[in-house]
């Protein structure tokens, strides 16, 4: 229809894709325990549900923030009215901490560069109006979130260029990877305005390690791009290893308060770390004055609102409630990660060894019928309409290779996670590939669990003892 | 700018145009009322002699009615221990359908708010992040960059930047005049129709707000039909942004577009109405904004839009108890237009006894108030801006001028009523009747020197006169208005 723009016309919202398809199959047939126990159960769901009863406690204990008041007093009318785009003071004072403590303290973030958003889908879309023309690119290592083809490309223009990851390193970045993905782009006529990463990783639920992050760092510096950082998930690590921000990298290589600085950019979000995803709340935090300002002017498209500010700002300034809750969070997605793990490994299936985020990056290559994509659709089809179980299929996060899948964890009770794990074992089984499987699954596990350890080796960096990258 | 390197040639580093540019309009010397407001801002008793703002347009005359209906209703808040049961399930609903209950709330709300006249369809409700987010997003729908809207002018000066900014559409304003009163005409936009489209622009479609931000006036019955047959008729699309609509005086008509989309001779599918919380309700922190389309087209791809600008959860699920109690809602719509009307008329009556006349106008949270006899050169923009600064600096008030709503006379500024209390507007029209007299006295060319003896001349007169206004405020408290209380004079940054 000529008459409507073109971005209603094109799917650049990129909500045809299989990862969206499966969300709108989980809507028609929801799993409840009591009403629909033979319903879809969702896994495609990056969500953490596992806290809200600390949140809930703390509401409890604090009946002022709860209700709109302020030393006892109603400050109703204050935040009715509120509507200024800088934001609540307080508000991103406590943001800052909250992201400072994720960080164990070793970077500082200086509220005036926190512009709020609408989200972290609201605050990426805001740094590619502000970095980028259209037809502008940026390169995102694959597998990258769905959502990114259409927070980072509909309305803005911009073209995303992958950044080819493969197994055979449990997909992590290399130099000549991102070389080729430069060149590529310059194949296309189409001028890299940066790079964009979400640590830790979206679906791989790996953190970058140091050695990415000072590659990423000096190709930034060479090419002279940007670097936008997604840490939408830095609060969800449970590794023994510690997260480093790429801010603890700017520091450690003694590049802050420089243009290099200038061009690094984090955006956050309380939708995973805090299981907020309802309240909208992201955050941009940029070293760079002039995106401060325009993002700042931008965020009149999506303001946080003033109550969810007011109730936040209470919240995440009570050090006590925060550092208990960061601690606890971890403790609980690692124990419901385990359980994942342990369960596809009783079906023969193998996981990305992952160290934070809601989900893993699960290896179902042994079950496609052929090495393809089409094979890959094929059993994701008969896992969301058979297994009755929505994950997410590779393809729909770019992967180069098929047969991987994303499942999450964290959205989930426990007794739906066992009867998630029961049914795919059971649909494991009934397949011919099953039965080889527990055939030789004895023998299968062991040369699994190797692939497994050196998929490990490669991802740990927390005794500092990277390996070469082959 | 940047890392942007004097040798010239590409750099990557260099940020977009958008970022650049001062398209989004906030350089223009409007805000500099604002910065002004700020530096020393009115406070009855902490700073009398501050600056009072009558640049915003809030609506804070009612917060008195939900601030007890929040009380009485804990059960609203999903942190209250009354509420806090639903508070996981709040707080992870990110479904950019918004709540079912929300979303009927609102149409309710949008029905009541209409007198009743029309129903909304709740499953045409969208979220947007406030009206800004809204007009934004609708742009996005409908056009492509370099496309046009036509915008009948004075318009809400934001517009530059909500339509165009970041979509690259551009504007083209239908000048309206005060030789009818700004009404805007079927003809006028006939006009700047052909004229752009002469000039190979591409026209997409008509936006203008009704009830009118500046001007406070609503669009008659007539009119409204005409220009949606007229829309029909060159196929480009209407949007009426009616962020205003239950701001509309007791006792005075509105018509929505909504009222006439089921004519037969209109195509439904170019019809887009913008809503927003904001003004009605007086709750621009919480960003409610609404787009509503009759086109099943623009409705879907709007909501996935609107995962850019979702409403929180958290409000979206307080508002859907509030705007679900009738009683409450009633009520507060009844009185909220009582109390507009009421302020309005205090408003223009102190305004006449000064010699100061506005144009006639039945909705809104402000006047446009005529000045064109005290610019010190008629039919000037300089003069206008000049006034401007003398109002902020001298009378101490900021307001704003035509200019910055593109309006193509000078003299005309846009004065904000409703977003303070009954002293604080008594204080006002004393410094405007103040300052009128002042000027009443002496030659234009020397209206800037003698304030100070101006000032004492005009003591005792200002005394009388102000005995005669509390006069009239008295009895207007005798009739009933209960007194809103004192406001505190926050004021979030550049907001119109």
């Known amino acids: 229809m000529k008459q409507l723009s073109t971005k209603v016309t094109s799917n650049g919202h990129g909500q045809d894709s299989s990862y969206f398809l499966g969300w709108e199959e989980y809507e028609k047939n929801p799993y409840d325990e009591i009403k629909n126990p033979n319903g879809m159960i969702q896994m495609g769901l990056a969500e953490n549900q596992l806290c809200f009863d600390l949140i809930e406690s703390w509401l409890a204990k604090n009946p002022d923030a709860a209700s709109l008041k302020r030393n006892g007093q109603s400050i109703f009318r204050e935040l009715a009215l509120f509507q200024d785009y800088h934001g609540m003071p307080e508000f991103k004072k406590a943001m800052a901490e909250f992201m400072e403590e994720i960080r164990g303290n070793r970077v500082t973030f200086d509220p005036k560069k926190i512009v709020l958003a609408a989200g972290s889908t609201s605050a990426n879309e805001t740094l590619m109006f502000c970095l980028a023309e259209p037809g502008d690119a940026f390169l995102l290592p694959t597998p990258y979130y769905p959502g990114f083809d259409r927070d980072l490309k509909w309305r803005t223009g911009a073209e995303i260029v992958p950044i080819h990851c493969s197994s055979s390193n449990g997909f992590q970045i290399t130099e000549a990877a991102l070389q080729q993905a430069y060149q590529q782009a310059n194949k296309l006529d189409l001028k890299v305005k940066g790079v964009l990463v979400t640590n830790p990783s979206n679906p791989l639920g790996t953190a970058l390690t140091r050695r990415e992050l000072n590659l990423l760092v000096d190709f930034i510096t060479s090419k002279n791009i940007h670097l936008i950082s997604d840490e939408i998930y830095s609060g969800t690590m449970f590794g023994f290893e510690q997260f480093i921000s790429v801010m603890d990298v700017l520091k450690d290589k003694k590049l802050e308060n420089t243009e290099v600085s200038k061009r690094v950019h984090v955006v956050y979000s309380l939708s995973k770390d805090l299981g907020l995803p309802g309240f909208r709340v992201g955050a941009i935090y940029s070293n760079d004055e002039m995106i401060v300002s325009a993002a700042t002017k931008m965020s009149s498209f999506g303001l946080v609102s003033s109550q969810t500010q007011y109730l936040l700002s209470a919240l995440l300034s009570d050090k006590k409630f925060t550092s208990q809750y960061l601690e606890e969070n971890q403790k609980r997605l690692k124990s419901r990660q385990k359980r994942l793990v342990s369960g596809l490994e009783s079906a023969g299936i193998t996981c990305l060894r992952s160290n934070a985020g809601l989900f893993c990056w699960v290896d179902m290559r042994h079950l496609l019928d052929t090495n393809t994509f089409e094979a890959e659709l094929d059993l994701w089809k008969k896992i969301v309409y058979n297994v009755k179980l929505n994950i997410s299929p590779g393809s729909s996060c770019h992967c180069t290779e098929p047969g991987w899948f994303r499942v999450c964890f964290a959205n989930m009770s426990e007794d739906t996670l066992d009867l998630a794990l029961k049914r795919l074992k059971t649909f494991v089984e009934s397949t011919d590939c099953g039965r080889m499987i527990s055939r030789s699954s004895h023998e299968r596990l062991k040369s699994l669990r190797k692939k497994t350890v050196s998929n490990w080796v490669f991802r740990v960096s927390w005794s500092d003892r990277v390996p070469d990258e082959r | ?496």
Not at chain 2, 343 to 360: D, E, M, Q, S, Y
């Open chain 2, 1 to 496: 700018m940047g890392s942007l390197k004097k040798s010239g040639g590409y750099t990557g580093a260099i940020l977009s145009r958008i970022a650049t540019n001062d398209q989004h309009g906030e350089n223009s010397e409007y805000f500099d009322g604002w910065k002004s407001y700020d530096k020393n801002p009115f406070h009855l008793s902490r700073n009398p002699h501050g600056i009072i703002q009558m640049g915003l347009a809030e609506n804070q005359l009612c917060l008195d009615l939900i601030k007890e209906w929040i009380k009485e209703n804990p059960k609203a808040s999903v942190c209250t221990p009354e509420g806090v049961h639903q508070f996981s399930d709040i707080a992870n609903f990110q479904d950019y359908h918004g709540l079912k209950e929300f979303r009927q709330a609102i149409a309710h709300f949008m029905g009541k708010a209409r007198g009743g006249r029309v129903t909304f369809d709740p499953e045409r409700i969208v979220m947007s992040g406030g009206a800004t987010g809204a007009n934004e997003t609708i742009m996005f729908c409908l056009a492509d960059p370099g496309d046009v809207f036509l915008v009948p002018s004075p318009y809400y000066a934001a517009f530059d930047r909500d339509l165009r900014w970041r979509t690259g559409v551009e504007i083209v304003p239908v000048h309206c005049s005060s030789s009818n009163n700004f009404k805007l005409t079927v003809e006028a936009v006939e006009w700047a129709y052909k004229k752009a489209t002469e000039s190979n622009k591409n026209v997409k479609g008509l936006l203008f707000t009704n009830p009118s931000n500046p001007l406070g006036t609503i669009l008659d019955k007539d009119t409204l039909e005409n220009l949606v047959r007229f829309v029909t008729k060159k196929n480009i699309h209407l949007v009426v942004d009616e962020i205003y609509a239950a701001t509309v005086f007791a006792g005075e008509n509105f018509v929505s577009v909504a009222e006439v989309v089921k004519d037969s001779e209109v195509n439904a599918d170019l019809i887009h109405i913008v809503y927003s919380l904001s003004k009605d309700m007086g709750l621009p922190g919480f960003r409610v904004g609404i787009v509503y389309s009759y086109n099943d087209s623009v409705v879907s791809c709007a909501r996935k839009m609107s995962s850019f600008g979702l409403v929180s959860s958290q409000t979206q699920f307080m508002l859907a108890s509030m705007l679900s109690d009738d009683s409450f809602v009633d009520n507060f719509l009844m009185e909220s237009s009582k109390r507009l009307g009421i302020r309005h008329g205090v408003f223009t009556l102190g305004l006449k006894k000064a010699g100061i006349n506005c144009l006639i106008s039945t909705a809104g949270l402000f006047v446009w108030m005529d000045l064109r006899h005290l610019l010190r050169v008629r039919n000037s923009f300089e003069s206008e801006i000049e006034l401007w600064h003398i109002i902020i600096d001298k009378v101490k008030l900021n307001v704003s001028p035509g200019s910055s709503f593109q309006c193509t006379e000078p003299g005309w500024f846009r004065v904000c009523f409703a977003n303070m209390d009954d002293d604080t507007l008594h204080v006002a029209l004393l410094r405007i009747q103040d300052f009128v007299s002042k000027n009443s006295n002496k030659t234009a060319e020397k209206a800037s020197d003698n304030d100070q003896v101006i000032q004492n001349n005009n003591a005792k007169k200002q005394k009388w006169k102000q005995s005669n206004l509390r006069l009239s405020f008295r009895r207007l408290y005798e009739d009933g208005l209960s007194s809103p209380g004192i406001m505190s004079p926050h004021s979030p940054l550049l907001r119109t």
